[in-house]
Structure formats: structure tokens, C-alpha cells
Nanobody, 121 residues
Framework: QVQLVESGGGLVQTGGSLRLSCHATGSMFNIAAMGWYRQAPGKQRELVAIINSRGSANYADPVKGRFTISRDNATNTVDLQMNSLKFDDTGVYYC???????????????WGQGTTVTVSS
């Protein structure tokens, strides 16, 4: 059974930094993509950053230049380094993974339980 375990959230002041980490466990063939989403209070969940198995990354416009996503394929881990944090970065951050269980098979989406990031002004 696949699980995504997140860590690293917390409280930080504006301008500070946090690093989130997500580790995928369980039996799988390949993780096609891993990413981070966030949901602010009263808002819909939105993409923050995503990275594929070759290391190609994409970022949402509000975090470009401040956040960096990285991935370790050997340990099935994805990290999100968040610098120059702003009040608007506050929310629950969710790890996501698109996982394949056999070659040429469509992947399935898995989500972590969420970790809270609070940026105080």
C-alpha cells in the first residue's frame, strides 16, 4: 500500500524559510511525477510545484524564484525549499505523486495527509 509521508511544516516569519519533505513508501514500478499543492483557508487547492522523474520542474507563478523543488529517485523523496516566505504562502501543503504499478500502465494519484505552513506578518 502506497503512502506519502510529509514533514517540515511550521510557523515562520515573513521573509523566512522552510523546507518540506515527502517520502513515498510501498511497492511501485515508477513515480512519474511528484509535486506539492497548497490550500489556503477558504480557497481551492492549487499547484505549487511539480517535478518529473527526469528532474524537469515547473512552478506556479507566485512562487517562482522563491521556491525550489527537488527529487531523489533512489529514495522516492521530493523536497520543497521555500525561501522569502510571504503571508500569502500560508496554507496546508500536500504532497502528490503520480505512481505507476507496471510498465505502460496509467498512473494513479496519491496524496499526503498535508502539513501546515503558517507565515506570520
Amino acid at each position: 500500500q502506497v503512502q506519502l509521508v510529509e514533514s517540515g511544516g511550521g510557523l515562520v516569519q515573513t521573509g523566512g524559510s522552510l523546507r518540506l519533505s515527502c517520502h513515498a513508501t510501498g511497492s511501485m514500478f515508477n513515480i512519474a511525477a511528484m509535486g506539492w499543492y497548497r490550500q489556503a483557508p477558504g480557497k481551492q487547492r492549487e499547484l505549487v510545484a511539480i517535478i518529473n522523474s527526469r528532474g524537469s520542474a515547473n512552478y506556479a507563478d507566485p512562487v517562482k524564484g522563491r521556491f525550489t523543488i527537488s527529487r531523489d529517485n533512489a529514495t522516492n523523496t521530493v523536497d520543497l525549499q521555500m525561501n522569502s516566505l510571504k503571508f500569502d504562502d500560508t496554507g496546508v501543503y500536500y504532497c502528490n505523486a503520480l505512481i505507476q504499478f507496471a510498465p505502460f500502465r496509467t498512473g494513479r494519484d496519491y496524496w499526503g495527509q498535508g502539513t501546515t505552513v503558517t507565515v506570520s506578518s
